[in-house]
């Protein structure tokens, strides 16, 4: 049988590969080992095309690819109804305050009746899905494929892959009715700045963003408001959209407020 694509024998992964960087410095160490970094489907899409790209490489054919993932999303999701998404640093030790404040908080969600969404890897992610988890209620994790590996947490009563960043966060956005935004990185910020944009622009409505930890915070929310808002970038109306706090029995109380105030429209 003549050797194609599909049946092209695949070379096992190298285990003997760098742990994760921590540091910068260390990232530009790493960056020079051939086989550390795993090209992923995201860098292969958002690349510039180039002339001797073949047709079933191409842009073009993968959107058949990006579309099974949507449809793979919303079968596995269809059933929850009553989500929130909590966020924050996957970096964040099972001894730090914030991991306990995470791991409370969805607790106390889950006993309301919430179902708990993270991004199912370490840190923050992991402390929501263990709160969920060990009081029995619902627990999803959407995962995603990055050049080094992220394992999932083991607090998972549903666990999902997703190898475009795109369509995990359409997945963050239609089964959430919430966002609890713990202190974290660029990621954190990216999920947060879009909720932000999309309920601003009224594509999502009665949505309430919760940013934990008011020390973390100060510093971005004085910011916005002295240049955003003293520059005419933003409204006072905008500001509005933020509920800042440090008790887990307040964000909760503030969500299931504010989520019973009416139903989420415009919703994708």
């Not at 935004?181 to 919760?210: H, S």
Request: glycine share 8%; net charge negative; charged share 25%.
């Amino acid at each position: 049988m003549a050797e194609t694509q599909a049946n092209k024998p695949r070379k096992r992964k190298d285990t003997s590969k760098p742990s994760e960087p921590s540091t910068v410095e260390e990232a530009k160490q790493a960056e020079q080992i051939p086989e550390y970094w795993q090209l992923t489907d995201d860098e292969v899409l958002l690349r510039s095309p180039e002339l001797e790209d073949e047709f079933r490489t191409s842009d073009s054919w993968r959107v058949f690819r990006i579309m099974g993932e949507l449809v793979g999303g919303f079968d596995s999701l269809a059933t929850i109804t009553r989500g929130i998404s909590i966020f924050g640093s996957a970096r964040t030790p099972e001894d730090d305050p914030m991991y306990q404040a995470a791991r409370e908080t969805a607790r106390l969600l889950a006993e309301n009746g919430f179902e708990i969404i993270t991004g199912g890897g370490p840190g923050i992610m992991e402390a929501a899905n263990r709160g969920a988890f060990e009081v029995g209620k619902v627990s999803v994790g959407c995962n995603i494929e990055l050049p080094f590996e992220q394992l999932p947490n083991p607090y998972q009563t549903r666990s999902l892959s997703f190898k475009y960043f795109f369509v995990r966060k359409t997945m963050f956005i239609k089964y959430s009715n919430a966002y609890v935004i713990f202190p974290g990185g660029f990621g954190t910020m990216d999920e947060l700045f879009e909720a932000l944009t999309l309920i601003q622009t009224r594509k999502i409505r009665n949505f309430p963003v919760v940013l934990f930890g008011s020390q973390y915070w100060q510093g971005m929310l004085q910011w916005i408001t002295s240049m955003m808002l003293n520059e005419g970038n933003i409204s006072q109306e905008d500001l509005g959209l933020i509920h800042l706090t440090d008790s887990p029995k307040d964000a909760v109380d503030f969500i299931t407020k504010t989520c019973g105030a009416g139903a989420k429209i415009g919703r994708i």
